[in-house]
């Protein structure tokens, strides 16, 4: 599901997603290397961090070694609230 803007996507219950990834060098087996994935996910299934590690395990030619992961919420509903006015200059 996609949101129209990043604070619908909060609203909605979606926080900042990041994953480093090691990854197998498909020439050299023995040598790791990092990948950084961010987007917007839901805790605690993590649908979209699951669905890039899934096209990653069948597109992608380097085998995954690693995924360490953090999520954060940055605004939820109790910390929003709508303000009815307006300022007025001049």
């Known amino acids: 599901m996609r949101f129209s803007s990043d604070i619908e996507c ?6 900042l997603t ?3 990834i090691l990854y197998h060098i498909p020439d050299f087996e023995s040598v790791l290397q990092t990948y950084v994935w961010q987007d917007y ?3 605690p299934d993590f649908p979209e ?3 890039f ?3 990653w395990a069948s597109e992608l030619d380097g ?3 690693s995924v360490r992961y953090t999520h954060r919420r940055l605004i939820g509903p109790q910390e929003w609230r709508q ?4 300022f ?3």
Do not use: C, V, W
Request: glycine fraction near 10%.
């Open 18 to 20: 990041t994953a480093h």
């Open 10 to 15: 909060q609203l909605s219950g979606y926080g």
């Open 49 to 51: 961090m699951r669905r």
């Open 41 to 43: 996910d839901r805790a």
């Open 63 to 65: 085998p995954l070694h």
């Open 88 to 90: 007025k200059i001049h």
């Open 53 to 55: 590690l899934d096209f």
């Open 83 to 86: 303000i009815n006015g307006e």
